[in-house]
């Protein structure tokens, strides 16, 4: 059985940096993100219920609106609950059969909510990703099209996923101070 460490951190925190670090160094990594992003444009149901527990308009033609649910669910914890409902489960399905047809011992996958996704049941420890909240909205601000104020929404929206996991957790610091590559030698 491979061991399964999550790579978790908020917005702007640096999850995507260490996962590829990992991977450059021959390290599998599963990214949550990308994959519910793949299997809701592919899966019709899951557009079905954008629309009727999201907004009419989640969906037009075929194409989820991105923008729109982010809007919605950033303003709203309960839209932001209904949707995790509504993709979670697909994408621990996925992660699951990932994962058995891996041939290494160890797998990564990265994640920016952990506990309500349920995640952190699977896992067998966490990295948590951190970084001071002025360097996060930075990073993001730099590649999106968010306001400060759009992030910090996120940032707080998503603060509560780190503490009270599963699983055991370690800290890897990602500000510009502070190198990744002996903090991810050491947890490795």
């Not at 079905?48 to 729109?68: N, S």
């Not at 709203?76 to 058995?100: C, K, P, Y």
């Not at 306001?147 to 929404?153: H, L």
Request: hydrophobic share 40%; charged share 25%.
């Amino acid at each position: 059985m491979n061991r399964l460490t999550g790579i978790i951190g908020g917005i702007g925190a640096g999850k995507s940096v260490v996962c590829r670090i990992l991977e450059a160094m021959g390290y599998p990594v599963y990214d949550c993100d990308s994959r519910a992003k793949t299997i809701m444009d592919a899966d019709t149901s899951i557009h079905d219920e954008l629309c009727a527990k999201i907004h009419p308009q989640a969906v037009r033609d075929g194409i989820i609106d991105r923008k729109l649910i982010s809007e919605i669910v950033f303003a709203d914890s309960s839209r932001l609950e209904i949707l995790n409902a509504i993709v979670h489960g697909h994408v621990l399905e996925d992660l699951r059969q990932w994962t058995a047809l891996q041939t290494v011992a160890r797998c990564f996958v990265e994640t920016a909510i952990p506990k309500s996704s349920g995640l952190d049941r699977l896992l067998d420890d966490a990295w948590i990703v951190t970084a001071d909240d002025e360097e996060r909205i930075a990073r993001v601000t730099v590649r999106s099209h968010l306001t400060p104020q759009q992030i910090k929404a996120r940032i707080e929206a998503q603060s509560a996923e780190f503490s009270g996991l599963a699983c055991p957790t370690y800290t890897l610091r990602n500000n510009p101070d502070t190198p990744l590559l002996p903090q991810i030698n050491s947890l490795i």
